[in-house]
């Protein structure tokens, strides 16, 4: 059954698989009961905006869901598509950009692509699935450093440009603008400045970063003020886009080389109209209206300081994501965030043994444009609750919670 699948009997539909119902909003019903939920990427609360939606429907309207009917390069090609790369590729300050179907597969395919057999690949430890998955298809050497470790980092380096000194290959760095599960931030700033003293290209993910981080909301690069110094620059709209698909932006020959070489794409149907024109409108509202992104701060700054406030470890995030590290086992972790979910009525992902080292608890919180500070202060004082209970060990005792009969 795998890692994960062995606890499928016990937790399935409950910790995994849970349905949440009703409209995308901070209050949906889980088992039939209202949450205050905290666990939707949905950062600047475009998914039920009412421009959006109503642009949604329109566009469905319009074109359907099969329209265009092939991949890209053989006859899915349509003004609108690269209207939006157009767009994208000026948000994020890059000549051009290239649509992904999904950004899991999209990643996987750039890295594929860009590397061959003689480049070397250096990135790092923490890096999400889709980028480990990418490297496991490269032929070449990798090397992996410690996560944001940057003296490790230049110690690869060192190895790398002496490989490549042999192979006639390149290097290319991969790493993450925001990081998903904890919220701190990839050194950037610092990968940046080994180009000084190392030859080699960057390709960041901000999928977590891309609309919330910046000035502009152009991610993490605009932050720490070295956009330009990311060769590669790759987005989704699973998260602040608030929809399906993603984006890969870079000076146009290295676009066009990865729109005639990347086979996630090459080899399947084009991203659908009402996805793209749903896309546009979000991201003119991305653009037009900063506002959302103060509001995300707002929350994202109230709730963080109030956990750390009230004792609270969330780790070095920098970014919305906001982890809360407990200590406990499994069954603590499960009886703790089940009374979170059922007497609290808050909802939000909790993560223990085996995902995370054994004894750690992880909750992860994702604020909202769309969340209130009532909704915050409600959650910090159950937080309060919990870890009392949490200290006073009355989570340990018991079994398991049984979440299919509580
Ligand atoms: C860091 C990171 N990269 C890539 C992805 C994959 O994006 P998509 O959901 O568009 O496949 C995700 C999750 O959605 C992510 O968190």
Redesign the pocket.
Known sequence: MGPLGQYASQVHGYWTFPKLEGEISTRMKFRGKEKLVWSLNNYLGLANHPEVRKADAEASAQFGLALPMGARMMSGQTDLHEKLEQELADFVGKESAYLLN????G?VSIIDSLVDRKDVIVYDSES?A?IIDGVRLHMGKRFVYPHNNIENLRKQLERATKMCKETGGGILVIT?GVF?MSGDLGKLDKIAALKKEFSFRLLV?D??GFGTMGNTGAGVGEYLGVQDEIDVYFG????SVAS???FVAAPREVIVYLMYNMRSQIFAKSLPMALVVGALKRLELIRNHPELRDQLWTIANALQKGLKDRGFNIGNTQSPVTPVFLNGGPQEGANLAHDLRENFNIFCSVVTYPVVPKGVIIIRLIPTAIHTLEDVNYSLEAFSKIKAKLDAGEYASGKFVDVKTS
Do not use: L, N
């Open positions: 999904y950004g899991y597969q990643m999400h889709c993450e998903g993910d999928a977590h989704t709209f699973a998260k399906i698909g993603a």
